[in-house]
């Protein structure tokens, strides 16, 4: 028996019609001659099939179950079923769960409720860019309205105070980027973000950011207003590892 309309309903009603890995809507806009795309599949967990990835241990009859079903785009789904060692069910199960509260965070059942959405025109990205110079971070900082961090969790006080002070400058020059108009102004805070930066390398730390570009929606009649979004991360060096744009993984570390 396959997977039955009501199991397909509640899938993609909680998954927000987007893939759960890289958060893309799974539908292409239509055409003046045709409909829109459908790139969507719904990926098992626990494989259907005996010689199928990640088989064994479900219930025949759970097997086409909602709960065994994740929603990915075309390209998710053929690497999660590539890369079953990395993707095993425990990942995929977190993967889902992670995604469909995500989901509802930024859903309601009011349409006036103040919310944040993926901006389809712009695709989000699936790893962090590593940050070199502080030119980048800087026009990363301008271009954004909001950010968001993370750190290790078990520095040393002396490391952990360096990465803070790291990551108040970030919040302050974004407080007062649209403030900077002068080369010299912005020339200054791109040397003030090196000098920081140096320091975390210093300590074998590295830095990296991405912008996710949003929607945010308030429900007034003037539409969505675009909310980009910083992300900043410090790492180790020796935990990082290096992907391309579409997040494979390279041999080595960072």
């Not at 893939?19 to 719904?42: N, R």
């Not at 959405?117 to 070199?132: A, G, M, S």
């Not at 790291?166 to 403030?179: A, G, H, P, Y």
Request: charged fraction near 30%; proline fraction near 6%; aromatic fraction near 4%.
């Amino acid at each position: 028996m396959g997977i039955s309309d009501k199991s397909r309903k509640i899938l993609w009603v909680q998954g927000g019609g987007m893939c759960a890995i890289c958060k893309v809507q799974v539908v292409t806009p239509g055409t003046d001659s045709d409909d829109p795309s459908i790139f969507g599949e719904e990926a098992h967990i626990v494989a259907r099939s005996s010689g199928g990835p990640r088989a064994g241990g479900l219930p025949e009859d759970k097997l086409n179950h909602h709960s065994n079903l994740i929603l990915l785009c075309s390209k998710d789904h053929k690497r999660v079923d590539d890369q079953p060692n990395h993707y095993t069910v425990e990942r995929l199960r977190a993967i889902k769960s992670e995604h469909e509260v995500w989901v509802r965070s930024i859903t309601g059942a009011h349409t006036n409720r103040p919310r944040l959405v993926p901006d389809p025109l712009h695709p989000q990205p699936k790893v962090l860019k590593l940050i070199l110079n502080g030119n980048t971070l800087w026009n990363m900082i301008k271009e954004s309205v909001a950010h968001e961090y993370a750190m290790p969790g078990d520095l040393s006080e002396d490391d952990e105070e360096l990465v803070v002070d790291f990551l108040d400058l970030v919040k302050d020059l974004m407080d007062i980027s649209q403030d900077l108009v002068s080369v010299r102004e912005n020339r200054d805070a791109e040397k003030m973000i090196f000098a920081h930066m140096n320091r975390l390398i210093e300590r074998d730390l590295i830095v990296g950011a991405y912008v996710r570009h949003l929607l945010y929606q308030d429900g007034h009649e003037s539409g969505p207003m675009p909310w980009p979004m910083l992300r900043v991360e410090v790492q180790r060096a020796k935990d990082a590892e290096l992907a391309d744009e579409n997040g494979t993984r390279y041999p080595g570390k960072a």
